[in-house]
């Protein structure tokens, strides 16, 4: 935002827009000669001013505009104008570059100036203005003042101008007097003007280091209406919406705009009142609006927040905020669809892993074939053995894991190494691939999802939106109604390639509330990133101290701490954290082949175990990981262990396949009181053993937070 400085020369009897009249046929006469030394007296008035420029104005900016307006009785103050003007042009530093312009304001354009009147162009209203108003016209008290500061602090305030600074000199009075107007004062919360002195020159000192004061740092308790949108996680409410005593609760409010609003009104002593609408933010014409823009438009409250940002259409319409948060807009797709069989079996190895198998496959082959068919009878027995007819069947039987006849086991030296050797190279390999076979059906890993906008396209993806994007063709968009919620729509869908678009912070928050049956995932490239601000009606004059507060937090890190305590970046739902549901997995059942005496009485124990460890890391991300970065697990048992491993090392598993990797995990087993630790999960099969665990471990544990999961 650029900030204007301007220097106002200006009779106290006419100003643009003013029509005050006196006499002043004998002006000049009579108020000079009051004054002892009239010449000394405008030297001094010129050279404060020219002070308070030179100190205040001019390390901001290097251009000053100086107009004169008069409309009546011009002649008589001449004097007055010229004397002060002429002394402030011959002591101006020579780095200002001036402007003086006398005359009607709209007869020239210019960019660094300002006339005082109402219908100034629209474009300079969403700039902050400094103005600086010399009277020189001279009057006996400053009470004489007051009506016509009024009337030029209400131009100003029409304008949108908060910092306004006139400058007099009641020649009765021994002082320059410096005075502005504040619109929140607690008994005036912008319904009246109070006008006030800031500062004041006497005896060679200024009583205040300051021209323009930062009178908008506290609001003194005035309330300010604030029209909000519901959209989770940018915006909750926490109570009625319907009741006016829980509007007036400052405390209620909630998501990441409503965090950040609450930090903001409170270090400007802001009381907020809400007001709520059900209707999303919709554009009709050039200037009907719905909702919350319907307000603001209308100006019925003084801000509103939601999930606006400057691309919703006719936004410049409105004035809007520094970004205080900002996510990116993306393709939604589900997680991919299941591998088929054959390829389940081929994904635990690597293209290349399989090509070199079937490379040493195909040279040994090769070799048995050759020593078969063209070797000598001695170099095949000496190789292969002498009874070994069948080399290339056994071969293939023992790589399978099954047993070869006796009487074709080799019973020379050589070829017993070379079969004792395929042995234990085909015993590595199988238990290799099953191990990795067993991670690949526990993960469920599924078709890649495509990456770019253009493979979304090249694979013919189904847009679902409410209206036809611009970046994606209008032949494979699928319209649907406005109210619906594409997100479970999507969700829903399993056979066929559909996607829609959400920001990332909405698809997150589906995730999470959706825990156990979402599969959403995202594109990675993004179409735009989407910047959360806060309306302001047009030519608002908060907007610069809300600017000033959003831009420190945002600085400081406290925006990006808030907007991570709503959303965890584990239920962005990526990759390497697609629901389970489709694959299931390996059970104990398939592994060992019993079952424990004490889940006879579960009908399905696998699935409960399941659930159990699912609910407990869903609370340890959604409360325990904003907090800290790392975990450590303890298992801790004090009787009959063995009997419950089973429990342990299920929900244990299932606890650390799911675990985000930004987590850092330790595992201890072993007595509890040999380490400490900050957050601990301690794993106990009854509440006997849990007290005991409790206690034995207090006495060392008083000053550690601990987090305890039965």
Sequence with gaps: MQKQIILLSLSALCCIGLTIAYSTSSSRDLILDDIDDP?????????????????????????LIIMENCLFYCDHHRLYHSTVLKFFLNNLNYTMATQLYFGQPDERPWDYNIALQVNIPKTFYDRQYYFFIVF??????????????????????????????????????????????????????????????INRYRNGKLQNPFLFPDHMRNFHGCKLTVCGHIIA?????????????????????????????????????????????????????????????????????????????????????FSISFTHHFSPYVFVVRGGRPFGPMTQLMNPLQLNAWQALLAQLLIIIALIYWLEKRGKRS????????????????????????????????????????????????????????GKMFDTLRLAKRLPTPKTIHELIDKDYILLSSHYKNFYPENKTIIIPQNSKP???????????????????????????????????????????????????????????????????SDAGITSYVARKHVHPYFHNTKDHINTGDVRQITHKNLIGFRKLLLKDIEDPQTTL????????????????????????????????????????????????????????????????????DYNLFLVPTWKEFELSVLSIFKRLTRYKCLFIC
């Design 233 to 317: 996680p940018l915006l909750t409410f926490n109570g009625d919406r319907n009741n006016e005593t829980h509007l007036k609760e400052m405390h209620r409010l909630a998501g990441i705009e409503g965090q950040i609003l609450k930090i903001v009104a409170s270090t400007m002593n802001i009381i907020l009142e809400y007001r709520f609408t059900s209707d999303d933010y919709h554009v009709e014409g050039d200037a009907n609006f719905t909702g919350c823009l319907a307000d603001l438009y209308e100006n019925r409250v003084d801000m509103a927040i939601g999930g606006l940002g400057a691309l919703i259409p006719n936004s410049q319409k």
């Design 487 to 553: 997100l479970t729509i999507l969700n829903g869908m399993e056979n066929g390639a559909f996607t829609t678009t959400a920001i990332l912070d909405f698809m997150a928050n589906h995730n999470m509330i959706n825990f156990k049956s979402s599969t959403l995932t995202y594109v990675d490239e993004i179409i735009y990133l989407y910047h959360s601000a806060v309306f302001f009606p047009k030519h608002s004059i908060l907007l610069p101290s809300f600017n000033r507060k959003f831009k420190l937090l």
């Design 136 to 197: 020189t016209w001279f009057m006996p008290y400053r009470d004489l003042y007051f009506e016509n500061m009024r009337k030029i602090f209400e131009i100003c305030r029409k304008m949108n101008v908060k910092n306004v600074v006139i400058m007099m000199h009641p020649f009765a009075e021994k002082s320059i007097s410096f005075y502005t107007y504040s619109l929140y004062t607690g008994e005036y919360c912008n319904t009246e003007l109070m006008i006030r002195e």
């Design 379 to 434: 170099c095949r027995n000496f190789i292969l053995g002498a009874h070994n007819k069948y080399s290339i069947h056994h071969l293939f039987v023992t790589l399978l894991g099954s047993p070869v006849p006796s009487y074709a086991v080799p019973r020379r030296n050589f070829a017993r190494f070379l079969f004792v050797a395929w042995l234990l190279w085909s015993l590595e390999l199988r238990n290799f691939y099953q």
């Design 610 to 677: 399941m659930e159990y460890g699912q609910v407990a890391l869903y609370m340890v991300m959604r409360y325990i990981s904003p907090r800290t970065n790392t975990l450590i697990i303890m298992e801790h048992c004090l009787h009959n262990c063995d009997d419950h491993r089973l429990y342990h090392s299920t929900v244990l598993k299932f606890f650390l396949n799911n675990l985000n990797y930004s987590m850092a995990t330790q595992l201890y087993f072993g007595q509890p009181e040999e380490r400490p630790w």
């Design 39 to 63: 010449q000394n007296v405008l030297m001094e008035y010129g050279q404060i001013a020219l002070y308070m420029v030179m100190r205040f104005i001019s390390p901001r900016t290097n251009t």
